[in-house]
C-alpha cells in the first residue's frame, strides 16, 4: 500500500504561479507512471499531465505550455509547476500513481485561481 500526499494548493490570482508536490510514501520508480488529475466543481475528474518511469511527459491540451510535471526520484515525489494560471484550473488536484495492476490517488489539493 502506498500513500501518496499533495500539497502547494492555494489562492493565487490570474496568470499566476504555483507548484504542486505530491510526496509517496514508498518508491515511485517503482511505478510505470505518475499523473496529475484535477476535478473542478460540478465536473469529472480529468487528466492534466503524465511522467512515465523513463521520463517521458505528456499534457492535456488545455495545459500544454503552462504546466511541467517532473519527478525526483531521490525524495519520492512528483511536481506540477502550473505557471499562467486561469480561472478554468480552478479544481482539486489529485496525484496518480499506476502500477501494474494496481493504481493510488491522493486526497487532493485545492487550487483556486481569483482576482
Known amino acids: 500500500q502506498v500513500q501518496l500526499v499533495e500539497s502547494g494548493g492555494g489562492l493565487v490570482q490570474p496568470g499566476g504561479s504555483l507548484r504542486l508536490s505530491c510526496a509517496a510514501s514508498?518508491?515511485?520508480?517503482?511505478?510505470?507512471?505518475m499523473a496529475w488529475y484535477r476535478q473542478a466543481p460540478e465536473k469529472q475528474r480529468e487528466w492534466v499531465a503524465t511522467?512515465?518511469?523513463?521520463?517521458?511527459?505528456n499534457y492535456a491540451d488545455s495545459v500544454m505550455g503552462r504546466f511541467t510535471i517532473s519527478r525526483d526520484n531521490a525524495k519520492n515525489t512528483v511536481y506540477l509547476q502550473m505557471n499562467r494560471l486561469k480561472a478554468e484550473d480552478t479544481a482539486v488536484y489529485f496525484c496518480?500513481?499506476?502500477?501494474?495492476?494496481?493504481?493510488?490517488w491522493g486526497q487532493g489539493t485545492q487550487v483556486t485561481i481569483s482576482s
Open positions: 496518480n500513481a499506476v502500477g501494474t495492476g494496481i493504481q493510488y
Open positions: 511522467i512515465t518511469r523513463t521520463g517521458r511527459t
Open positions: 514508498g518508491s515511485i520508480a517503482n511505478f510505470n507512471a
